[in-house]
Nanobody, 120 residues
Framework: QLQLVESGGGLVQAGGSLRLSCAAS????????MGWFRQAPGKEREFVAR????????YYADSVKGRFTISRDGAKNTVYLQMNSLKPEDTAVYYC?????????????WGQGTQVTVSS
């Protein structure tokens, strides 16, 4: 089992920044890849970013490229999502996800989510 706990959400003005954290436990840190999804009110959950187990490969949704950066700290078993130049359309519940044996279409594990609200 892999447990994921997000933190760092909140309210920010457009153009501002937030950093989300996802603390992982329950499995060796290098045995899974991690990422972030988000779900806005009335919309389906969508992929935001992901990072490989070694931290060497990253992938981003087109909507966040150049503004968001995903990283992982093996010593702290934590993945981060640095969000800059935030827009009102970034408002959503952000979920941390982990893939052990599945795919990024349907991750194996999810965190509980953290709310990000961007005001205009």
């Amino acid at each position: 089992q892999l447990q994921l706990v997000e933190s760092g959400g909140g309210l920010v003005q457009a153009g501002g920044s937030l950093r989300l954290s996802c603390a992982a436990s329950g499995r060796p840190f290098r045995s899974y890849s991690m990422g972030w999804f988000r779900q806005a009110p009335g919309k389906e959950r969508e992929f935001v970013a992901r990072i490989g187990w070694s931290g060497g490969r990253t992938y981003y949704a087109d909507s966040v490229k150049g503004r968001f950066t995903i990283s992982r700290d093996g010593a702290k078993n934590t993945v981060y999502l640095q969000m800059n130049s935030l827009k009102p359309e970034d408002t959503a519940v952000y979920y941390c996800a982990g893939v052990v044996a599945g795919t990024w279409v349907n991750p194996d594990y999810w965190g509980q989510g953290t709310q990000v609200t961007v005001s205009s």
